[in-house]
């Protein structure tokens, strides 16, 4: 709770971290419990020879390129466990419910998944056109982003109804859930 604040009002979460109160420190302290399990993610790396985990793979590819050091994989340990909790999480909820709403739908694509073969793999799953059109929707209508989405209103700026929005301008806005009962 205390990141989806922060990141909306970091103003709060700066004046949060400092108050006296344990509790509320903890809840902002979101970040740094994040750095903290992405620092384990680098330290298992080193530990089992760097050739095993999502960041080990990470390590040796920018060993062609540029540098990365290991609070470059911890900063990226943290965005892969936001991004890879949360949404999937919120989509793959959304996605249940809507289908479980029409059990003609559901039987449809269950007929479908009846027909992979044996041993399937990911390449037999993405040709289920069905199933694939199920997942896209629910993502075009239940957007999992927990959290604005803010954008620049171009030079010259724009008129939104009657409202002119100056260029230059951050203006957010928030995934909008159509839920169709």
Not at 13 to 27: E, N, V
Not at 49 to 71: H, P, R, S, V
């Amino acid at each position: 709770m205390g990141g989806g604040i922060g990141a909306e009002l970091p103003l709060i979460r700066s004046i949060g971290k400092r108050l006296p109160i344990k509790l509320c420190q903890d809840l902002w302290m979101v970040n740094d419990y994040l750095m903290e399990y992405g620092k384990i993610a680098v330290d298992n790396m080193r530990a089992e020879g760097g050739n095993t985990n999502i960041f080990a793979g990470m390590m040796k590819a920018a060993e062609k390129g540029e540098k990365l050091d290991d609070i470059d994989v911890q900063i990226e340990a943290q965005s892969l466990i936001v991004a890879g909790t949360d949404t999937t999480s919120t989509t793959l909820t959304f996605l249940v419910w809507a289908v479980l709403l029409r059990p003609d739908l559901q039987r449809e694509i269950e007929e479908e998944v009846r027909g992979l073969p044996e041993g399937f793999r990911d390449s037999d799953v993405e040709r289920l056109e069905l199933l694939n059109a199920v997942i896209e929707e629910t993502l075009r209508l239940y957007g999992a982003a927990p959290g604005s989405l803010p954008r620049l209103v171009p030079v010259g700026g724009v008129f939104f109804g009657d409202l002119y929005l100056p260029g230059g301008t951050v203006v957010s806005t928030q995934v909008i859930l159509y839920l169709k009962l």
